[in-house]
């Protein structure tokens, strides 16, 4: 395989047909032809299939591996399935983007690292959450250095279920490598890592507040940079009303972006740049009331990672730290952590559902 396509067209594929993967095939636009659609509900695969021109539906992943056309593959199913699915198609010489969190643990992130090395296949983890334009915003900040050293960050993600949450499949560990904090809180933590850095200290932990499960409905973090900032997370799927926050404090100003959308509320970013006399801030807001572009915007950097043949950012390594972070949390709750290895025998690629 040439792990850089040079031509203007990239070819994809779709593994995982339900909500997640509609939202995909929906980012591909027209310009990016999409060959395959395959799910293990053949109608489902045929459904979504009608969404591109010339797209066949499959219930065997292997035929899309098989086909040297294909460039790259969209995972989107149960977290059981993601690496296993990522790995064959690695190894297959297929780009990848997988969804978040890639894997039950890190040791099969690590495994998918060391097969995308050999091959020269790109590997994006899909945190879109980064790509929302009041993040976009919040870096554009950070970067030009208007809020100077950072200090810490605070953030909170959460939503409160429904009538049968405890019996869906995030609430059974084999498909989903745990609870609340692998479902949304590793997006807080992709986003403290992409805007603090490392963190080698690592506090918290998780627990089951509310929901009948075994796997946990809340989780509480410390994380602390070499320099010593702090990322203060809570992820909760017992918030009732959904809620995404995340403030980030420098010492010349702090910045409070809320909502995402939908049923989170209008996403804002609001900048509070402090004065020389201190006292009460100078106050801007920005709202972003338009439809959610993050998933396009998303697409497009894994098209530029293939074309210019660039390291995904967030890629293998960011996924793998985060699954490290959530596995010590985990540990240190009395939660198991999952240990399931990684292998390509028969990867289902049962579609992945949202709300």
């Excluded at 690695?90 to 890190?106: D, M």
Aim: one cysteine or more; a neutral charge; proline letters at 6%.
């Amino acid at each position: 395989m040439n792990p850089t396509v040079t031509t203007q067209e990239i070819r994809f594929a779709l593994v995982g047909c339900g909500l997640i993967g509609r939202k995909r095939v929906k980012a591909l636009g027209r310009d990016r032809p999409l060959l395959y659609a395959c799910d293990l509900e053949a109608e489902r695969a045929k459904d979504l299939a009608q969404l591109s021109p010339g797209c066949a539906a499959v219930t065997d992943y292997r035929v899309i591996l098989a086909d040297p056309r294909v460039d790259a593959v969209l995972v989107s199913t149960l977290n059981a399935s993601l690496a296993p699915l990522t790995l064959a198609a690695v190894q297959a010489g297929k780009h990848v983007l997988v969804e978040k969190p890639g894997a039950l643990n890190a040791a099969q992130l690590r495994a998918v690292r060391d097969a995308a090395l050999k091959s020269g296949a790109r590997v994006r983890l899909g945190y879109n959450h980064r790509f929302h334009p009041a993040l976009q915003k919040a870096r554009e900040f950070v970067d030009g250095g208007a809020l100077g050293p950072l200090l810490f960050l605070r953030a909170r993600y959460g939503h409160g279920g429904r009538k049968g949450y405890d019996r869906e499949w995030r609430a059974d560990p084999a498909l989903s490598g745990g609870g609340e904090l692998i479902d949304q809180g590793v997006h807080l933590i992709d986003l403290a890592g992409w805007f603090l850095g490392d963190f080698p200290t690592i506090d918290g932990h998780a627990t089951t507040s509310f929901w009948e499960m075994k796997v946990d409905d809340n989780a509480f973090l410390s994380l602390r940079t070499a320099a010593g900032q702090t990322a203060w997370l809570h992820a909760s799927c017992t918030e009732w009303k959904n809620l995404f926050s995340l403030e980030i404090y420098g010492r010349n100003a702090k910045m409070a972006i809320d909502g995402l959308g939908g049923s989170y509320g209008t996403e804002r970013l609001t900048f509070y740049q402090m004065l020389p006399q201190m006292g009460p801030p100078e106050t801007t807001v920005f709202e972003y009331p338009a439809a959610d572009e993050s998933w396009a915007l998303e697409m497009r950097a894994f098209a530029d990672d293939i074309r210019l043949g660039r390291e995904p950012s967030p890629g293998l390594r960011e996924g793998i730290r985060t699954l490290e972070i959530v596995e010590e949390v985990y540990r240190r709750s009395g939660y198991p952590v999952s240990n399931a290895p990684l292998s390509t025998e028969r990867p289902h690629p049962a579609s992945r559902h949202f709300p």
